[in-house]
């Protein structure tokens, strides 16, 4: 979408998600990775079915989670970052596979902490095993231990990588920092309605250290990594990945609070129910009116709120301005972005690959 085209409204936001083609090298990618997860799930299930206690159907449910949809981009960047450094593509490519399920891993957590029953048109984790079992907390317990599991596969396939030992080594530093900031922001989100009120700035240094470090700059930095990238070229990629990490998030909100659940696959009023302290409630509380900020605070955080308040909610945050000064960040970092590629120590053809992905990435909501 270019500057100064029509904003697509609410109702319009899911769809502008679901028609965007992915680019080339996420479709390339996703051809590769799919069998290959598929395969080493399989094999999982497998293992688990000759356990003595039953765990084959928690296993099952696992492998239909992680294949069930999902654009594959934190696994096509590992292989990207490896690209760029001018790595060979079978580098990298389990080592993606690992990042596609440490990125499962923390999908399962979160849901089960956000209370969330809906993912990519299908149950979550923990509510599938919650039926199976007849218990919500075996159901809850049993999808925490697998998330857990899947951390373990992703660590075994980075540090199992075909490259010099030190490479290894340092890929695997990297990935253990990376889940320390991932935990710390989620922590910090999940406590933040318990606190005083975030402001944009707050949300925003939150939100880096949640989703937009391993997002984007984990898994161009560690495939980067595995091939041996000069610190040049990292310092490249990170200013690329770090804007885009955040325009990703602020594109994630706007689709979690106004797309459609049945384009978007998952509900679009848990943010609002949970309270979550995104940038589209800190941009409306700093321009709303005095009505209208008793009406955002009063409803935020109720687990009883209903459609209809969640629509006047909603009302709120487009009435203040909030949506549309959300929109114009997220394009205003993702022009950031882009713009850091060039000059760069990139590679053109891996260059202009980032460039797809990032305005897929983030124009998938605006």
Request: glycine letters at 8%.
């Amino acid at each position: 979408m270019t500057r100064g085209a029509r904003k697509p409204d609410r109702g319009e936001s899911g769809g502008a998600a679901s028609s965007a083609r992915p680019p080339a090298f996420l479709a390339e990618y996703s051809a590769i990775a799919e069998p290959r997860l598929r395969s080493f799930l399989d094999a999982r299930v497998s293992e688990a079915a000759r356990l003595p206690v039953e765990l084959e159907r928690p296993f099952s449910a696992l492998r239909e989670y992680v294949l069930r949809g999902g654009k594959r981009l934190r696994g096509a960047l590992v292989v990207l970052g490896c690209e760029a450094a001018g790595g060979e593509r079978a580098w990298a490519i389990d080592p993606s596979i690992g990042i596609e399920l440490l990125h499962a891993y923390l999908l399962a957590h979160d849901d089960f902490m956000d209370r969330d029953e809906m993912r990519r048109g299908g149950p979550t984790l923990h509510a599938q095993l919650g039926r199976q079992t007849g218990s919500t907390h075996l159901g809850g317990s049993l999808a925490i231990l697998l998330g857990s599991l899947c951390e373990a596969w992703a660590l075994e396939l980075v540090l199992a990588a075909p490259v010099p030992p030190e490479r290894t080594a340092a890929a695997g530093r990297l990935v253990a920092r990376a889940l320390q900031e991932v935990t710390a922001g989620q922590m910090e989100d999940l406590s933040a309605p318990l606190g005083r009120e975030l402001r944009a700035s707050d949300v925003l240094a939150v939100q880096r250290m949640k989703t937009g470090s391993y997002t984007f700059e984990l898994p161009l930095r560690l495939g980067a990594v595995l091939a041996g990238a000069s610190d040049p070229l990292l310092q490249a990629l990170a200013r690329f990945a770090r804007p885009l990490g955040q325009a990703f998030q602020i594109a994630d909100d706007l689709l979690g609070t106004l797309g459609l659940p049945e384009v978007t696959g998952k509900p679009n009023a848990s943010d609002l129910r949970e309270g979550k302290r995104t940038l589209l409630v800190a941009r409306a509380l700093e321009s709303a009116s005095e009505d209208d900020a008793k009406r955002l605070r009063a409803g935020l955080g109720r687990e009883d709120l209903s459609d209809l308040d969640a629509d006047e909610l909603r009302d709120v945050l487009v009435r203040t301005g909030a949506v549309q000064a959300c929109r114009d960040e997220a394009e205003r970092l993702c022009d950031e972005a882009i713009a850091a590629l060039a000059p760069s120590p990139i590679a053109a053809e891996a260059a202009e690959a980032l460039r797809q992905i990032a305005r897929y990435a983030v124009h998938r909501a605006l």
